[in-house]
């Protein structure tokens, strides 16, 4: 019912700065909480943040916390995530997703119903 593109991943060196985009189609009238995952080569599927349907909540995984920000543009039906002070660690393809769970800001991958395709972000050292 809806799709998830994200986009924006890449190759960057240790310390740098990547953009991630989360354009939505389809049934976008409908009021989303939105958070971003990440899957690590080898590793399970973690939260990386999350974001309220009107962005005025959110939760990020310590991991994450002071480098990562997510935010959303409603009108462009679009979430974003910039990362900064990137880490080789924080190397995974990214996927963003969308929940109609009445948790403000769900922080479980069971808690979201779509999800995008991914995007790969690759950090080097």
């Known amino acids: 019912q809806v799709q998830l593109v994200e986009s924006g991943g890449g190759l960057v060196q240790a310390g740098g700065s990547l953009r991630l985009s989360c354009a939505a189609a389809?049934?976008?009238?409908?009021?989303?909480?939105m958070g971003w995952f990440r899957q690590p080569p080898g590793k399970e599927r973690e939260f990386v943040a999350a974001?309220?349907?009107?962005?005025?909540?959110?939760r990020y995984a310590d991991s994450v916390k002071g480098r990562f920000t997510i935010s959303r543009d409603n009108a462009k039906y679009t979430v974003y995530l910039q990362m900064n002070s990137l880490k080789p660690e924080d190397t995974a393809v990214y996927y963003c997703?969308?929940?109609?769970?009445?948790?403000?800001?769900?922080?479980?991958?069971?808690?979201?119903?779509?999800w995008g395709q991914g995007t790969q972000v690759t950090v080097s050292s």
């Open positions: 974001t309220s349907w009107n962005g005025g909540t959110t």
């Open positions: 997703a969308a929940s109609l769970s009445r948790i403000t800001a769900p922080g479980r991958p069971n808690e979201y119903l779509y």
């Open positions: 389809g049934r976008t009238g409908s009021t989303y909480a």
